[in-house]
């Protein structure tokens, strides 16, 4: 690497590196670490989720994704843009305004505790899976254009990502991803000029592409449909993407933040998208098109703005991996710990925050291991949501919109959407023919939601109790 690379990537680890030191300063309480006292503004709610869902996949996965199909590889991106409307209107200003702060907390006061707990430990196993993908994105860039070690360039992320989201918590997470995200969108948009002077222009490219592969709708229509459903699944059930949601001062900014990074996306996947099409025109044969971005960054980008580049993808990994391990620390402490640990004692906000500050060390210790499971980044992103989003999202939908939901319902459309799905993914889904060979998650949604219904009207309503957190949610003015 050349020094000026090597100059920029240390500037950005800098920057990371005071603004959470910043926020530090300013994290004094429990609610400060895990929540930003509930006081985030539009901009930082609304960059800050941007930047934790355009992660390092939605970068490095995309181009192989778009290296593989051509231009109609947007649809990895652009899968997120609809749900990520509905979810602004459907679902953020319910779910401010209600008195909860995470969806296992939603599951508790609207069903059960048991309910509760299933869906917190899925939940963290989801994490630990979809933390893997961003372990595995930055170590492996750093190991493919330094030449490092994989494995000391794991350590090393892992190092520098944990570092300043223990010291600052939530508010450090959001400060760093406001700035993380600027350099996601300057390092993407460099590629585009570069990469076509490379090929000699748009003419030449069009020449070493094959026929149709500038083709928008070259997926068809059930891929985006599942894209879109995973997308769907992931941001109305993921503690990572709603702490945005519930940290919000209020529901107007949780709306804001979905629909600024739907906007983003439109943007954003056709640009990735693109970039992996440049990445086919320039290296054809590549064994792994995972390794496409780096390629280009390596080999096309000048001395300089390849550091830059290499930064934003860094940046790009960080920010969504810092987002999933508060988020995990959040669900520990506001689903385990305090229900069930400390129900009836009162415990002081300092050993409340080193809890939290020792249960980031072992998501990450878990987000490694799921490094070693798999190497697919989409297969890894897979699992993580039929894991979790899957199974809770028709209860938590449910829940809110149709008071007949009980807690049998919740419990055993969760457990067997979770077994279907996972058994769909590794055995059925693109072997078999017909409706059981469609597409994982779509085959475990409509079991999820014959169950939840079924087994609803079959047993006995909800009682008054169970339903006051909904009535609490319309009398809100937040």
Not at 7 to 22: C, E, H, K, Q, T
Not at 144 to 158: D, P, R
Request: hydrophobic fraction near 55%; charge should be neutral.
């Amino acid at each position: 690497m050349n020094i000026l690379d090597v100059l920029a990537i240390i500037s950005v680890f800098l920057i990371v590196a005071y603004i959470g030191w910043a926020a530090t300063k300013k994290t004094k309480t429990s609610d400060d670490f895990l929540m930003a006292n509930r006081s985030l503004g539009k901009i930082q709610a609304g960059f800050s989720m941007a930047a934790t869902d355009i992660g390092g996949n939605a970068v490095v996965g995309a181009t192989a994704y778009a290296y593989a199909r051509g231009l109609g590889g947007a649809w990895y991106n652009w899968g997120a843009v609809i749900p990520m409307f509905l979810l602004a209107f459907v679902l953020a200003k319910q779910l401010r305004r209600m008195p909860v702060l995470s969806v296992p907390d939603l599951l508790g006061k609207r069903y059960s505790d048991e309910c509760r707990l299933i869906s917190v430990i899925a939940q963290l196993l989801a994490i630990g899976a979809s933390l893997g993908i961003q372990f595995v994105i930055a170590a492996s860039t750093i190991s493919t254009i330094s030449g490092m070690n994989y494995n000391l360039a794991l350590i090393i992320t892992v190092v520098i990502v944990v570092g300043y989201t223990i010291g600052g918590g939530l508010l450090a997470v959001v400060n760093t991803d406001v700035f993380q995200f600027v350099i996601i969108c300057v390092s993407v948009i460099l590629v585009i000029p570069f990469g076509l002077s490379r090929i000699g222009g748009f003419d030449i490219l069009m020449q070493k592409i094959p026929s149709g592969y500038m083709n928008i709708g070259s997926q068809g229509f059930l891929v985006p449909m599942s894209l879109g459903l995973l997308y769907m699944f992931d941001y109305a059930t993921n503690q990572h993407i709603l702490q945005r949601v519930f940290s919000a001062k209020d529901s107007s900014t949780a709306r804001f933040a979905f629909t600024f990074s739907s906007i983003m996306y439109i943007v954003f996947g056709l640009v990735i998208a693109f970039i992996g099409v440049l990445a086919y025109a320039l290296y054809p044969n590549l064994e792994d098109p995972q390794i496409a971005y780096s390629m280009i960054i390596k080999e096309v980008l000048p001395n300089g703005v390849a550091g830059i580049a290499l930064g934003g993808l860094f940046a790009a990994a960080m920010s969504t991996a810092d987002s999933k391990i508060i988020a995990a620390s959040q669900l520990f402490i506001n689903d385990i710990y305090k229900p069930y640990f400390c129900k009836d004692k009162e415990i002081g906000d300092n050993r409340m925050l080193n809890i939290s500050r020792i249960i980031t060390l072992i998501i990450c210790v878990l987000g490694i291991g799921f490094c070693l499971i798999s190497d697919s980044i989409i297969q890894m992103m897979y699992v993580g949501g039929l894991f979790y989003g899957t199974a809770v999202f028709i209860p938590m939908i449910m829940g809110i919109y149709w008071k007949r939901g009980t807690t049998l319902a919740t419990i055993i459309s969760m457990l067997a959407t979770m077994c279907v799905g996972l058994y769909s993914e590794y055995f059925m889904a693109g072997k078999l023919e017909g409706f059981l060979g469609m597409p994982s998650n779509l085959l475990a949604i409509i079991v999820s939601l014959v169950l939840f219904v079924v087994i609803s009207l079959a047993t006995e309503p909800p009682t008054e109790e169970q339903l006051a957190i909904l009535e609490e949610g319309k009398s809100s003015t937040i």
